[in-house]
């Protein structure tokens, strides 16, 4: 099955259609899943992308400062 998106994988696996690849944040409370692998870690790169003229704006900046103190390690160039 191919989907869009990490919430259309949640709700296949929701719904039995299979197994899943997921962010542990996503699944680590539903009782209607199982991890296989619980000693596995995997990290992926994430980037924010944003316009250039909007980057410089303090709201945008703000936002984008709170996104990156969300991930451990997170710096904002």
Do not use: Q
């Not at 992926?44 to 703000?62: E, F, S």
């Amino acid at each position: 099955m191919k989907v869009s998106s990490a919430m259309m994988m949640l709700e296949a696996t929701r719904a039995g259609m299979g197994i899943a690849e997921l962010a542990v944040h996503l699944a680590e409370n539903d009782p209607l899943r199982t991890r296989l692998w619980p000693d596995r870690e995997d990290s992926y790169d994430v980037w924010l992308v944003m316009h250039g003229d909007l980057a410089r704006t303090a709201r945008v900046t703000d936002v984008a400062d709170a996104f990156v103190g969300c991930f451990s390690g997170g710096k904002r160039d």
